[in-house]
């Protein structure tokens, strides 16, 4: 069983930054495919960004592109998504997700197992 916790959320001015981390425990993330989703008040959940269990296979929702990064600490078992040049509609609560051997960077949620609580980014214009 795997168990993730985020953190890292908060209220932050549009065109501010922020770092959400998501910490695995029970397992190591080297071998499991992780993304981060995310859902707005009143919206479906949807793709953010995502990075295949082996190699450096990143992918990234149309628009998050060029602002969002997702990385890996394999020494401290975390996944990171940096956030730049936020928009109020980047709005949402965001979730963390984790796969066995999970590769190809999925965007969809149903291949992912394992998932965090939660955490809000609120951005004000």
């Known amino acids: 069983q795997v168990q993730m916790v985020e953190s890292g959320g908060g209220l932050v001015q549009a065109g501010g930054s922020l770092r959400l981390s998501c910490v695995a425990s029970?397992?190591?993330?080297?071998?499991?495919?992780t993304g981060w989703f995310r859902q707005a008040s009143g919206k479906e959940r949807e793709f953010v960004a995502a990075?295949?269990?082996?190699?450096?296979?990143?992918r990234y929702g149309d628009s998050v592109k060029g602002r969002f990064t997702i990385s890996r600490d394999n020494v401290k078992n975390a996944v990171y998504l940096q956030m730049n040049s936020l928009k109020p509609e980047d709005t949402a609560v965001y979730y963390c997700?984790?796969?066995?051997?999970?590769?190809?960077?999925?965007?969809?949620?149903?291949?992912?197992?394992?998932w965090g609580q939660g955490t809000q980014v609120t951005v004000s214009a």
């Open positions: 990075r295949s269990y082996v190699g450096l296979s990143t």
């Open positions: 029970g397992r190591t993330v080297s071998t499991y495919g």
């Open positions: 997700a984790a796969a066995k051997f999970l590769g190809g960077a999925s965007p969809f949620e149903a291949d992912y197992e394992y």
